[in-house]
């Protein structure tokens, strides 16, 4: 170790790891994938998948992927929430891994709902 | 860029976890989800203690922060088939409070939700063998910090400042000692790390050894800096395999990353660290005994002064302070002094760490502000007693200490009220007694552990402990006589002034506070023979009562010595045993067949041997009908 400076460095690489465990760092929104029977057969697994893949590809560390057993009512499956700090709650029904890049890049880097 | 994990599993691999069975319950969380192909989105992370040691083998889940426990290789399955994979936390390994309520997040669960965590700040949450899980957590920074900002004499006033004493038992003021070794002249210096954690029951610096080892190795570099001292030594008990190991491997790690060796962050400053491994005399967590064993001799005590601070390892200056004691540098010095001092009370600041054993219902490893009371740490934190019985005393400081009684439930922990109750804080051992424990018992037991472990090398320790442990066996075997107790008494207060070293002067302490608070005990050994705890073997005997024996004869079937025997109604009378069973069996006879005494009577009555009975308790734990008394 050379430097403060370097010391730092790899603190904020090693703090994406901890983010999961709710620590050293900030969330910027929680995804929440549906995994109730009907969900997974409609192919929740696979838009969970998605949506791992398409935060890695776009290197977003401060995200937390997460899994519930509630389905919603009559909402048709795949289901995803995507919460925001201050408790925004944005519900998206009958998602395709396809559609999860765009939940993904507009959510997060345009914050806004998105249309799909 | 590593892979993104979308969960953490840790999984916790304290001494305590691995005992029962950590190992394999990670393996097979591990081949469980290779098998559903998630091995690649979760990570298994095993970590230093999470503190809940009743409840082991215990894990959490992240993100979500789900809290399992007494998890068995078999549930890894439902963990990952539902939790991990559909996130249906699995109900039946969830905690349960003792009103059958379901937890679910472990920051919810009263144990953990009123501690206040600074020494295990990294316990139990990042892996120790990953030193950049510790850097995550501001690891090394306080050293940094202190390498390029700080000049010494500004590190040691923070630590005086900030009011931190010694964990290790005397609780002598860190930074004043810091002080001591930094004025000492003699060149080279040496940093000391005590982890030679003696006492029955406390188990905190084998935790921090285990689940946070860059932050001693990080407090030693810093205390190094401090003192103008380029090596450290940490002296760990052999007993400590897994510490040892962590150790090994985050000290490797340090070197690695250049926090330790040559030229730490460029400032030309150098600090090289080893480990000593004792043999695991309690002897050796003595300073100076310590510092004999470190240079290779036997270890015994020296008299002191002259003090480590000015002629320690090879004559040389040399700094000593226990895990607990280094694992709160780093957050004193990012965090300043003021923060520090704000914990805690006047004259006891910070937090200090408890290790919870006997009669409590949640066993474990807790950190408290110094100041709660021992009634919030029993009851509120540890769940109170055993089967719902009645709090009687708890033990301090392991065999150092002392007992604190039911009435001073309500004292602060902190050094000097401590003290005054004639216990002491010692390294935080805290064994708690309900009304089942017999208090002569205990103080022999605590005595036995220190006659053993006397060094032989003064005369109190050596021959007076042997004396007062005679005594208190004659006690305890129904041979007591009337004075012994005074002789307790003055053997005891002779040996604590007069014995060399810390040993011996605080060996006397269980006798004399079990005699402070409960000397009725003691009379009752001696003078009526009797112990009221029913726990001295020679001084309980078992009986059977005749009106609530059934006569089965089960417990005389698993008699051991064969003591329970048959007789007849006459000679009970005769003998004036269970004459109101007989009595009973009388007023049933006339009151018609179906108030028949529920004994058979075509089956003798039976009846204990006294002569012959060993007083194993075999009988009272077999008989189903509650006919056997102890007393």
């Known amino acids: ?116 | 860029m590593g892979v993104l994990y979308r969960a953490h599993v840790l999984v916790c691999g304290g001494a305590g976890c691995v005992s029962s069975g950590c190992r394999a319950v990670q393996e097979a969380l591990k081949s469980e989800l290779a098998k559903q192909g998630l091995d690649k989105e979760i990570k298994v992370v095993e970590t230093g203690c999470m503190g809940s040691c009743d409840l082991g083998p215990v894990m959490v889940v992240y993100p979500e922060g789900v809290f399992y426990r007494k998890v068995r290789p078999e549930d890894a399955r439902d963990i990952v088939q539902e939790h991990l994979l559909k996130g249906r936390p699995v109900e039946r390994l969830l905690y349960h409070t003792s009103q059958r309520e379901i937890i679910q997040q472990m920051e919810d669960i009263d144990f953990f939700a009123k501690q206040r965590k600074v020494v295990l700040r990294n316990c139990g949450i990042i892996d120790p063998e990953d030193i950049t899980e510790y850097i995550a957590r501001d690891g090394y920074e306080a050293l940094a910090r202190v390498l390029t900002e700080m000049t010494p004499e500004e590190v040691i006033d923070v630590v005086k400042k900030s009011g931190l004493r010694g964990r290790g038992g005397a609780g002598f003021p860190t930074g004043l000692k810091w002080e001591f070794c930094a004025k000492a002249t003699g060149r080279p210096k040496y940093v000391v790390c005590n982890a030679d954690e003696g006492d029955p029951g406390a188990f905190m610096d084998r935790s921090v050894l285990e689940g946070d080892p860059h932050s001693v190795i990080e407090a030693m570099a810093i205390a190094g800096r401090a003192i103008g001292s380029n090596q450290g030594f940490v002296y760990v008990r052999a007993e400590y395999p897994l510490a040892i190991q962590r150790l090994k491997h985050a000290i490797a790690q340090a070197y690695d990353y250049g926090l330790l060796g040559k030229d730490i962050f460029g400032t030309g400053f150098d600090f090289d660290l080893e480990i000593r491994v004792g043999a695991g005399a309690f002897v050796c967590g003595e300073e100076t005994a310590l510092l004999a064993s470190i240079e290779g001799k036997r270890g015994m005590p020296r008299p002191r002064p002259p003090f480590p601070a000015n002629e320690g390892l090879w004559g040389k200056p040399t700094l000593i302070n226990n895990v607990e004691t280094y694992a709160n540098i780093p957050p004193i010095i990012l965090n300043g002094w003021e923060w520090f001092a704000g914990i805690g009370t006047e004259k006891s600041k910070g937090t200090k760490v408890f290790a919870l054993a006997g009669k409590i219902a949640n066993t474990g490893l807790v950190e408290v502000p110094m100041g709660t009371t021992l009634r919030e740490i029993v009851y509120d934190i540890g769940g109170g007693i055993l089967g719902g019985k009645k709090f009687k005393a708890a033990q301090t400081g392991g065999p150092s200490g002392g007992c604190i009684p039911a009435e001073h439930l309500d004292t602060p922990m902190e050094y000097d009220t401590l003290v005054k109750l004639g216990a002491m804080m010692g390294s935080g051992g805290l064994i708690v007694m309900d009304e089942g424990t017999c208090m002569v018992d205990i103080a022999k037991f605590f005595l036995q552990f220190t006659q053993d472990e006397s060094c032989g090398k003064c005369i109190p320790c050596r021959e007076g402990t042997r004396a007062m442990l005679d005594i208190l066996t004659r006690i305890t075997e129904g041979r007591g006589r009337e004075g012994d107790i005074e002789l307790l008494e003055h053997l005891g207060t002779t040996i604590k002034d007069t014995a060399l070293c810390g040993l011996g002067q605080t060996a006397p302490n269980p006798v004399l506070s079990t005699i402070r608070y409960f000397r009725h005990e003691y009379e009752a050994h001696i003078r009526e023979k009797r112990c009221p705890a029913g726990v001295c073997a020679a001084l309980v005997h078992y009986e059977i009562l005749q009106d609530k024996c059934k006569r089965c004869g089960l417990c005389r079937r698993s008699c051991p010595v064969d003591a329970i025997e048959e007789t007849t109604e006459a000679e009970l009378v005769a003998a004036g045993v269970g004459a109101a069973g007989a009595d009973m069996q009388a007023a049933g006879a006339s009151q018609g067949a179906i108030s028949q005494p529920a004994s058979s009577p075509k089956r003798k009555p039976l009846f204990i041997n006294q002569e012959r009975c060993i007083k194993c308790g075999v009988c009272m734990r077999e008989c189903r009908f509650q006919a056997i008394n102890r007393c």
């Open chain 1, 1 to 116: 170790m050379r430097s403060l400076a370097e010391l730092e460095q790899l603190k904020r690489h090693a703090q994406k790891e901890l983010g999961v465990r709710g620590i050293g760092g900030y969330c910027r929104a929680t995804f929440i994938v549906h995994m109730g029977t009907d969900g997974i057969a409609a192919g929740a697994r696979e838009v969970l998948l998605a949506i791992l893949d398409e935060l890695k590809r776009l290197g977003i560390h401060d995200c937390r992927v997460t899994q519930t057993d509630v389905t919603g009512f009559g909402m048709k499956p795949p289901v995803v929430d995507v919460v925001t700090p201050g408790h925004r709650v944005e519900t998206y029904t009958g998602v395709s891994p396809e559609g999860v890049r765009k939940i993904v890049a507009e959510s997060l880097v345009e914050s806004r709902v998105a249309a799909v």
